[in-house]
């Protein structure tokens, strides 16, 4: 806003010295506030770096540790997919195993059934044999019994 002067007021006139005092204070107010521009400006910049280097710094926290993440996630499925085929493996050992033990029982079940068939039939032919045996004394007895008998029968 521009001063209207109506004529009551008079400038008023300053004497030399203080005109150039005031000049003078007027310009050391403008260097300090220069001074203080240019320190205002250099924090501005080292904030500013210090801002760059701390975004710098997180993203390269959070790229490593994303990588870390994703190391550990491919070793995780890494593992996860060794313990399925360890389990799957395992299972088909344990069925072979079980299926060749199921055999095995089988063979000696079957070989056991036929030592033993073979045994009966050879301790049924001992027995017919001890049978004949003892029915052969028998006889035996009872024909020597029946000579002897003769034999007193000739003497006489």
Not at 18 to 31: D, P
Not at 59 to 73: G, L, R
Not at 75 to 98: A, C, D, W
């Amino acid at each position: 806003m521009g001063d209207v002067n109506d004529g009551s007021l008079q400038p008023q006139v300053m004497p030399a010295g203080a005109l150039e005092l005031s000049k003078q204070l007027k310009q050391e107010k403008i260097n300090s506030l220069q001074d203080r521009v240019l320190v205002l400006c250099k924090q501005k910049e080292f904030l500013k770096t210090r801002l760059e280097k701390a975004e710098t710094d997180t993203h390269q926290f959070v790229d490593y540790f994303q990588s870390q993440i994703e190391t550990k996630d491919l070793i995780n499925n890494t593992l996860k997919e060794e313990t399925q085929k360890n389990e799957l493996e395992s299972k088909k050992i344990v069925r072979e195993m079980k299926d060749n033990t199921s055999e095995t029982i089988r063979k000696v079940k079957e070989e056991a059934d036929n030592n033993e068939l073979e045994l009966r039939s050879h301790l049924q032919m001992a027995e017919e044999e001890l049978h004949k045996l003892n029915h052969f004394r028998e006889m035996k007895g009872t024909v020597e019994a029946q000579m002897a008998e003769l034999h007193k029968t000739v003497k006489r």
